[in-house]
């Protein structure tokens, strides 16, 4: 299974979990990832969910070939699905990011609470790149937490970001020795769950509220946007160039 949970002190534990394909997400771990984020919510013993990877590894994000034999199609396909049961969540998210984390591994963190990452964490959403455009609302949170310069540069030339950058960006809480991350994240996890419930969620809720409408009107813009680029020669161009390590030729698109 490349999705582990565990519930565990009032904590559910969502793991991605395929280091052999670099914790590449498809489209049945993203129905995966769904699922556990919406049984954490349900689930009256949970209070505080937290998200992390393999020890040295987040996630490469989006399986391409993957995304291209099997292309979200509508809302209602899994990637899109889980990320609005992620948006929706009205318990405490934590995540904890060792290595790299791509594509939708950073726009996820936009949504969490905290999130606390190693010193060689690397954070890339290089969508431009692949001929396709910003994703889970990440076009309107990114210039919010950022600034319009930082967001500009890292989505429109797709140029990665170190840890200290991101922690600079205000995308990261902490930044820590790789071998203290996870345990860290858990720790404030544990604090979480020993605080009222309700009012955590209340407070959640409060944050979130002032820019909720305009987060639902981004991710629908970007998933039409979306949708379209990824019918262009220029999409089909950047992903097959990439799985077959080549540097891929834009020259003949106007």
């Not at 049945?28 to 992390?52: F, P």
């Not at 992620?86 to 905290?114: E, Q, S, Y």
């Not at 429109?156 to 991101?166: F, I, K, T, V, Y």
Request: proline fraction near 6%; hydrophobic fraction near 45%.
């Amino acid at each position: 299974m490349s999705v582990l949970t565990e519930h565990l002190d009032a904590i559910a534990r969502i793991q991605i979990a395929r280091p052999e394909r670099k914790n590449a997400i498809n489209a049945d771990m993203y129905a995966a990832l769904e699922q556990a984020v919406t049984d954490a919510e349900s689930d009256a013993s949970v209070r505080v969910i937290l998200l992390h990877g393999q020890p040295d590894l987040f996630t490469a994000g989006n399986d391409l070939e993957d995304f291209l034999r099997r292309p979200p199609e509508g809302p209602d396909a899994p990637v899109f699905r889980f990320m609005a049961a992620l948006l929706g969540a009205a318990k405490p998210v934590v995540a904890a990011v060792n290595g790299v984390a791509v594509g939708i591994g950073t726009t996820m963190l936009l949504h969490c609470d905290l999130v606390y990452c190693a010193d060689d964490s690397r954070f890339s959403m290089p969508f431009v790149n692949l001929g396709v455009c910003p994703e889970f609302a990440c076009s309107l949170l990114l210039p919010l937490t950022a600034g319009y310069h930082h967001a500009a540069e890292k989505l429109l030339l797709g140029d990665p970001a170190s840890a200290e950058e991101a922690l600079q960006m205000g995308l990261v809480n902490r930044v820590l020795p790789p071998g203290e991350v996870l345990g860290y994240a858990r720790r404030q996890c544990s604090r979480l769950a020993q605080l009222p419930p309700a009012s955590l969620r209340e407070t959640k809720r409060l944050l979130k509220a002032g820019w909720r409408s305009a987060i639902d009107r981004a991710m629908s813009d970007e998933i039409a946007a979306f949708s379209h680029l990824l019918g262009r020669a220029e999409a089909r161009e950047a992903m097959n160039a990439f799985l077959e390590r080549r540097k891929p030729d834009f020259s003949k698109f106007a």
